[in-house]
C-alpha cells in the first residue's frame, strides 16, 4: 500500500520560468493567459507511474556507446554527469527515472526535423536513461553536446546543455529542465536560459566541473543535483502518520 | 536574526522543446530501436483491463487557433474502480501512464483507455472521473497540467471543478461524447475558451 506523504507544498511560480516571454518567441502564442487554478493536491497528483530497473537497457546510461550498443564510440569530449535528485525538504529521492536527451558534439540533433549543418554522428542516438540509487544519486556517461544556431531572433545560439526529464514519485512533482556548462558564455545570452528570472535559480542549472569524479585519461565529469517538489511534513518522520 | 530554514528550491523548469521525443518518445522522433522499452507508448492500459474501452481524441491549439504539431502529452489516470495503480486492488492491466504524441501532419492525438472511476478527495468525499494530463512542448516553459472530465459523468459534487469562479470555464475540462466510447477533447493554450490549467 502506498502510504500518504501528505499534500505537495505548493509550487512556487517565482522560481520557474512565466509562460510567457518575448524574448522566447515561441512561447507568445504558447502561454495561457488566465492564471492557473490554485488548489491543494489530491491522490491524483500525490501518486504517480513508479519504474524499475527492467525498462533500462544494458547500455541505457551510457551515450557514449548506446546507439552502437557498444560496438563503436560516439565522438566528442567524454563526461561523466552525475548528482542527486533531492526535494524541497532536501531529503533524496530514491528509486525515480531521469531521462536525458541532448545534441552530438557537433551541435546536431538526432531527430527527423533538425536540419542543422553539423554532421550527424553515426555511433551518437542522443538519447539516455538511469533510475537513482537509494540515496536518490544518479550518473551517466555522454559526450559534451555543441552549442548550435536558432532561429528565435536571427542569430541566437543555444548553449551547450543536456536536457532533463525527471518524474519523482508523484505526478505532480513532473519536471523537465536542462542542465547547462559551467564558463560557458552563451548561458547569459541564451533566451531561452533568461525565461528564468531568479539568478540563484539560473545557477542552479548550470552543473559545475567536478575534477573528483573524473577519471584520468578518460572523462571529465560534471555535477547537477536537481530538486523536485516536497510533500508537506506534519510529523516527525519517524512517527507514524497520525500517532 | 532567525535560524535558516533546512529548505531548498525546486529546479527551474526549462521548456522540453522542439526535440523532446528523442528522449521520450523515440520512435516518434524517427529513432526507432534507441531504447528497447519505451514507457508509455503503447497507453495506459494492458489487454484484459476491467471497465469500459474508451477513446479520447483531441488537439492541442495555440493562440492563432493552430494545432501543435510537436506537443507530447503524458496521461494519468486510476483504473474502473478508481484505484490508482501502485494502490491495494489496483487492476494489473491498468499501469495509468501514457505518452502520446500528437501526429505530426494533422495535431491530433488520441488516448485509448479505460475509463476511470470516481477516486477519493483529500479530506472524504469523492472526485468525479477524470484523467491527468501533462502538456509539454517548445514554447511551453513549465509543462501544464490540466484534467479530462466527462460529459456523461455526474460532475456536480467534484471538489476541482467547484474551484472554477467563471463557470463557463468549466466546459474546457469536460470531454464531450460523439459516439459509443468516444469522446473529444480539445485543449487551447490561449484565446477564446483557455483550458483551465492547474496548480496545486
Known amino acids: 500500500m502506498t502510504t500518504d506523504l501528505g499534500p505537495l507544498i505548493p509550487r512556487n511560480r517565482d522560481a520557474h520560468p512565466p509562460a510567457f516571454d518575448t524574448g522566447y518567441k515561441t512561447s507568445v502564442s504558447r502561454s495561457p493567459k488566465w492564471p492557473l487554478l490554485s488548489m491543494e493536491s489530491t491522490p491524483s497528483e500525490e501518486t504517480g507511474p513508479r519504474f524499475g530497473h527492467s525498462v533500462l537497457g544494458e547500455h541505457d546510461n551510457n551515450l557514449i556507446t548506446n546507439w552502437t550498443q557498444g560496438k563503436e564510440l560516439a565522438v566528442g569530449e567524454r563526461i561523466l554527469v552525475h548528482g542527486r535528485v533531492l526535494d524541497e525538504n532536501a531529503r533524496p529521492v530514491p528509486h525515480t527515472l531521469v531521462e536525458v536527451w541532448q545534441a552530438n558534439a557537433g551541435g546536431r540533433y538526432r531527430h527527423k526535423k533538425d536540419a542543422y549543418f553539423a554532421p550527424l554522428d553515426p555511433n551518437f542516438g542522443g538519447c539516455g536513461r538511469t533510475i537513482t540509487d537509494e540515496d536518490g544519486y544518479y550518473e551517466f556517461l555522454t559526450v559534451r553536446p555543441g552549442a548550435y544556431p536558432w532561429m528565435n531572433r536571427g542569430n541566437d545560439w543555444r548553449p551547450m546543455h543536456i536536457h532533463f526529464s525527471v518524474f519523482g514519485h508523484s505526478f505532480g512533482q513532473r519536471l523537465i529542465t536542462q542542465m547547462y556548462f559551467e564558463g560557458d558564455p552563451l548561458i547569459d545570452i541564451c533566451p531561452i536560459v533568461k525565461t528564468v528570472k531568479d539568478r540563484s535559480q539560473i545557477e542552479g542549472l548550470v552543473a559545475a566541473l567536478d575534477l573528483s569524479k573524473a577519471r584520468p585519461m578518460d572523462f571529465l565529469a560534471y555535477k547537477f543535483d536537481i530538486v523536485l517538489r516536497g510533500r508537506r511534513q506534519t510529523r516527525f518522520e519517524n512517527k507514524l502518520e497520525g500517532m | ?200
Open chain 2, 1 to 200: 536574526m532567525v535560524q535558516k530554514l533546512d529548505r531548498l528550491v525546486e529546479t527551474a523548469s526549462q521548456t522540453a522543446g522542439p526535440y523532446v521525443h528523442i528522449g521520450c518518445m523515440p520512435t516518434y522522433a524517427g529513432n526507432a530501436g534507441a531504447l528497447a522499452i519505451e514507457i508509455g507508448t503503447d497507453g495506459p492500459i494492458l489487454d484484459g483491463a476491467k471497465g469500459e474501452i474508451i477513446e479520447i481524441s483531441g488537439e492541442v491549439f495555440d493562440g492563432m487557433g493552430w494545432a501543435l504539431r510537436d506537443v507530447m502529452l503524458e496521461c494519468w489516470q486510476a483504473d474502473t474502480a478508481g484505484v490508482y495503480p501502485g494502490q491495494d486492488g489496483a487492476d494489473p492491466a491498468v499501469t495509468g501512464f501514457a505518452r502520446i504524441g500528437a501526429d505530426s501532419d494533422t495535431g491530433i492525438f488520441t488516448l485509448r483507455t479505460v475509463k476511470p472511476g470516481a477516486t477519493p478527495a483529500r479530506g472524504g468525499g469523492k472526485q468525479a472521473p477524470h484523467i491527468l494530463l501533462w502538456l509539454t512542448a517548445r514554447g511551453i516553459n513549465t509543462g501544464l497540467q490540466t484534467r479530462i472530465y466527462f460529459e456523461d459523468e455526474d460532475n456536480s459534487a467534484d471538489p476541482v471543478l467547484s474551484r472554477i469562479e467563471q463557470r463557463p470555464r468549466v466546459e474546457t475540462l469536460i470531454a464531450k461524447k460523439t459516439a459509443e466510447g468516444k469522446y473529444t477533447f480539445n485543449i487551447r493554450l490561449q484565446g477564446e475558451g483557455e483550458t483551465v490549467f492547474l496548480d496545486m
